[in-house]
């Protein structure tokens, strides 16, 4: 699924779905009607990306100590 944004010959502004590329060529071709006047000459609107903002990288996780990282021991073993 894919959602455009499309713009009326009238001047309105919306959203429609369609199912892919091909899918809003063939509905174009038929009339996609505008929701506000019904008017069929509709096309695609400048659309800005849509990006996520970045995330610090995560800090590394410490070393480990002179006695391993279980803290020394062998719990297993006392």
């Not at 060529?25 to 000459?41: L, Q, V």
């Amino acid at each position: 699924m894919i959602v455009y944004a499309l713009h009326c010959a009238c001047g309105h502004d919306f959203d429609q779905w369609f199912d892919n590329m091909a899918d809003y060529d063939a509905k174009k071709d038929s009339g996609i009607p505008c929701p506000s006047c019904g008017g069929t000459e509709v096309a695609k609107a400048i659309m800005a990306p849509r990006v996520g903002k970045s995330q610090p990288a995560p800090a590394p996780a410490p070393a480990c100590g002179p006695g391993g990282c279980g803290g020394g021991g062998y719990p297993m073993m006392m």
